[in-house]
């Protein structure tokens, strides 16, 4: 098995915030697989958190938990474009602090 050229990227954001976030990470040049651009995958879960005394929540109130209805978005990224296209992530997600994985995938021979 071989290193990839592609990262998967996965956040949690609220459902009124999903095309923005999609269209920040594909028009930075994710969700291409082969001929196919905007793949991606998406569920709902709940999120929870607690602000901290110092936050300013976009939603919620500083000290007290909240849950709240979030989609879980997954796509793939070029390994040259990770770092932009996290950055495109953040500045379209309307959380002060955006909950985000990156993992390296691996190339498996068919």
Same mark, same amino acid.
């Given at each position: 098995?071989?290193?990839?050229?592609?990262?998967?990227?996965? +956040?949690?954001?609220?459902?009124?915030?999903?095309?923005?976030?999609? !269209?920040? #990470?594909?028009?930075?040049?994710?969700?291409?697989?082969?001929?196919?651009?905007?793949?991606? +995958?998406?569920?709902?879960?709940?999120?929870?958190?607690? *602000?901290?005394?110092?936050?300013?929540?976009?939603?919620?109130?500083?000290?007290?938990e909240?849950?709240?209805?979030?989609?879980?978005?997954?796509?793939?990224v070029?390994? @040259?474009?990770?770092?932009?296209?996290?950055?495109?992530?953040?500045?379209?997600?309307? &959380? @002060?602090?955006?909950? &985000?994985?990156? &993992?390296?995938?691996? !190339? #498996? @021979? *068919?």
């Amino acid at each position: 098995m071989a290193a990839s050229q592609l990262h998967k990227l996965v +956040w949690f954001v609220p459902e009124d915030a999903l095309e923005a976030t999609r !269209d920040a #990470v594909f028009a930075a040049g994710a969700g291409r697989i082969g001929d196919y651009e905007r793949c991606s +995958w998406y569920a709902a879960g709940t999120g929870t958190f607690v *602000p901290r005394e110092g936050a300013d929540p976009a939603i919620g109130e500083v000290g007290r938990e909240e849950r709240l209805p979030e989609l879980r978005v997954a796509t793939v990224v070029p390994v @040259e474009r990770a770092r932009e296209i996290v950055r495109a992530l953040v500045a379209a997600h309307p &959380y @002060e602090e955006v909950a &985000y994985e990156l &993992y390296p995938l691996v !190339d #498996v @021979e *068919p």
